[in-house]
């Protein structure tokens, strides 16, 4: 879309410059060729403009010259600005007092009033060109640096690419660490502490080592009774 507008301004801007670069050659032509500088220095003076052998030769240069390059796209804002400026001049000078209509309309007739409305329409055009230059099509072009929107527009990728470098430029997802287990040192043992308390004749005899199974029977009841002749004897 951006590029769109992009051309369609340009194209705007071409007809601007040819448009005005035209009716300014054909203003100076005639002044120079047809009616003559002389016509244009007696006419100035009539007005009490100052300078007017060179008004009048600075006027028709502009015209021709700056009409010109108009055309071609040279130097478009410069030579803009010296239209914009011939303008306000001339309306200074010759036609303020006629104020704003070029033509009067009485009943049916219309004459000639040589109001400044066509001064102050080619001014603002000019201006319109001071302001955009030339654009994309002209010799101004030729030696202007590329701004850096014109060129990624230039540059623009296809939508699959697009596409491509927006999933990369998207951030990854936080990775959360894995939870640590405790290791089996850090768990109570589960072995019960002896307490201080001397084992008593139940629980010496509850402890005494059992028989293994070659033992014969009768070894076996002679020293379980061995065994509680001396638990139960008393001491010395």
Not at 77 to 100: C, F, G, R, S
Not at 149 to 176: G, K
Request: net charge positive; no cysteine.
């Amino acid at each position: 879309m951006a590029g769109f507008l992009r051309v369609v301004r340009s194209l705007a801007l071409l007809l601007a410059r040819i448009g005005l670069g035209g009716v300014l050659i054909l203003h100076g032509w005639r002044r120079w060729h047809e009616l003559g500088m002389d016509s244009q220095i007696a006419y100035l003076r009539t007005f009490a403009t100052p300078f007017a052998n060179y008004a009048a030769w600075g006027g028709t240069i502009v015209e021709l010259v700056g009409g010109i390059f108009l055309i071609v796209g040279a130097l478009v804002p410069l030579v803009a600005a010296v239209v914009v400026a011939e303008q306000v001049l001339i309306i200074a000078y010759t036609n303020w007092y006629k104020h704003w209509n070029l033509t009067e309309v009485h009943g049916t007739q219309a004459t000639w009033n040589g109001g400044y409305e066509y001064n102050v329409i080619l001014g603002l055009l000019a201006l319109l060109l001071v302001v955009y230059g030339s654009g994309a099509v002209g010799v101004d072009r030729l030696f202007r640096r590329r701004n850096k929107e014109e060129a990624e527009d230039d540059q623009e990728p296809e939508p699959r690419q697009r596409l491509e470098r927006r999933m990369d430029s998207r951030p990854a997802a936080p990775t959360t660490p894995p939870r640590s287990t405790p290791t089996s040192s850090s768990t109570p043992s589960s072995t019960p502490r002896s307490t201080g308390t001397p084992p008593t004749a139940s629980t010496r005899t509850s402890s005494g080592t059992a028989p293994s199974g070659n033992t014969a029977p009768g070894n076996t009841s002679s020293g379980s009774e061995n065994t509680t002749d001396t638990l139960i004897r008393p001491r010395s």
